[in-house]
């Protein structure tokens, strides 16, 4: 009776000292279980029980497993089927652990969809929205320990850079830094991972332009987190940053509606949309580099490595052609040579399809439209509040949209959301929108469908369910 009081107790003060921990615990066993699969991925199912602490947790402070959200379903599916296709993927066999690409082993890859997932539950599970503000803090301060580690770790003596003036003002500042362990990031991961912390730096600088040292703060952190990209020479990154960021001035002037924001947006519209049409010139997207040695050899055409992924996709639709298999598939059916070539097919939709098939394909579409639906809607009905909670909760509800974008944008000419390991972050903007979703009922949207019979009509309701574990 004692300990259902205690519990009660926490579930109904948000400021209680085992509330307020409880998402720490959770969200930290998270990482330390992503820790172990990122460095040993051959460990096997064990550091589940770190994520299964995290649970324990929640149900001992809050009386609940977990909650429902509107993306349950979805995610379910998606997992499903990464399931399947790693048990129909060829590269079963911890031999393939030490190959050249590091999700090219499917249990790799499949241990690294499961802390991603768990992730969005720990996020999703928040409970107010200072409870997320918070978090997003955190990740967006991920940006700047990202940046400084790939600074430092990055060999910018390799030749063939894409940016010469780049690659010495690296080798530059990483000369008087000492040697760092630990594994390297790729250019274009690292670059991919900043694109899609940017937008949460964006909102928390912009939310604090009222108060002058946090503005400052958090305008040096997103500074630090345009000069990790830069620095990434990722084009594709480049390019998804300033487009999002050009729909999203254009998204905010628009609903400010005043005629000074119409006087704004003619001078904004412009001077962006220039910015974006030179970079995007600049930019060479045309071919891949898939060697440090420069060379004919060394890049691929992306239409002719898209029309080989079209071609593979073609066979393997239904179940994928398994976890990781894009790089064996491609060298041995449209190379033909018997080593690798190339990580993934530089788009994230392909690379989806080719590894889990049709389901999860359909798995993640769902997710994006009921990112869609959720997050407009509830912007729309949140302009109309004027309190801190609510301008909080737009800020956050904004940045988990630009993020999304971000990826989708950047994954029509890379896959580094799911091709790589930053699909350890490609369910974050979902769990924020879901911790949202519970904090304010106006945002609740149910979809409903009718199916008919000859004596009556069943009416179901998805988006909305009501449950508890």
């Given at each position: ?21 409880c998402p720490v615990l959770d969200i930290s066993l998270v990482a330390m279980a992503a820790a172990v699969w990122y460095v040993h991925p051959q460990e096997g ?23 429902s959200t509107p993306f349950d379903l979805p995610l379910l599916l998606f997992l499903a089927s990464a399931f399947l296709s790693v048990n129909l993927a060829f ?225 393997y639709l239904f179940t994928g052609g398994g976890l990781g298999a894009f790089p064996m598939l491609y060298s041995t059916y449209v190379l033909q040579v018997p ?131």
């Amino acid at each position: 009776m004692a300990t259902q009081t205690r519990v009660l107790r926490a579930a109904l003060d948000p400021s209680s000292l085992a509330a307020r921990l409880c998402p720490v615990l959770d969200i930290s066993l998270v990482a330390m279980a992503a820790a172990v699969w990122y460095v040993h991925p051959q460990e096997g199912a064990w550091p589940l029980a770190l994520i299964g602490i995290g649970w324990l947790l929640r149900f001992v402070v809050y009386g609940y497993l977990t909650q429902s959200t509107p993306f349950d379903l979805p995610l379910l599916l998606f997992l499903a089927s990464a399931f399947l296709s790693v048990n129909l993927a060829f590269s079963q066999g911890q031999q393939w652990l030490d190959s050249v690409a590091p999700l090219l082993w499917a249990w790799a890859k499949f241990w690294t969809i499961v802390p991603a997932l768990a992730l969005f539950v720990a996020v999703a599970n928040l409970r107010g929205v200072r409870q997320v503000w918070w978090f997003a803090r955190v990740y967006a301060c991920l940006a700047v320990a990202t940046t400084l580690y790939f600074v430092a770790t990055n060999d910018w003596q390799v030749r063939g850079g894409k940016f010469d003036l780049l690659t010495q003002l690296g080798a530059l500042l990483s000369e008087p830094l000492p040697d760092v362990p630990g594994r390297r990031l790729h250019p274009n991961v690292f670059g991919g991972v900043i694109a899609m912390l940017v937008p949460f730096c964006l909102a928390l600088w912009r939310e604090a332009r009222a108060r002058r040292r946090e503005f400052i703060a958090w305008g040096a952190v997103t500074l630090i987190a345009l000069f990790g990209l830069l620095m990434s020479a990722s084009r594709g990154a480049w390019l998804a940053v300033a487009f999002v960021a050009l729909v999203w001035a254009l998204w905010r002037e628009l609903s400010a509606g005043a005629a000074r924001s119409r006087v704004r947006l003619g001078v904004l519209a412009p001077v962006l949309l220039g910015g974006a049409l030179v970079l995007g010139a600049f930019a060479d997207l045309g071919t891949i580099q898939v060697s440090a040695n420069p060379g004919a050899s060394s890049v691929i055409s992306r239409i002719a490595l898209w029309q080989g992924g079209l071609s593979l996709a073609q066979d393997y639709l239904f179940t994928g052609g398994g976890l990781g298999a894009f790089p064996m598939l491609y060298s041995t059916y449209v190379l033909q040579v018997p080593v690798f070539f190339i990580a993934h097919a530089h788009n994230v939709w392909l690379d989806m399809v080719l590894d889990q098939g049709l389901l999860g394909l359909i798995a993640f579409g769902w997710l994006l439209v009921l990112a869609c639906v959720l997050s407009l809607r509830g912007l729309r009905l949140l302009n109309a509040q004027q309190t801190r909670q609510a301008t909080l909760a737009r800020w956050l509800l904004e940045a988990a949209l630009a993020s999304l974008l971000v990826t989708l944008v950047h994954g029509l000419v890379d896959d580094i959301a799911f091709g790589s390991r930053a699909l350890l972050l490609l369910f974050v903007p979902f769990g924020v929108m879901a911790a949202l979703y519970r904090r304010f009922p106006a945002m609740q949207v149910t979809v409903r469908w009718r199916v008919g019979f000859p004596r009556g009509r069943l009416n179901a309701r998805v988006g909305s369910l009501p449950w508890r574990w």
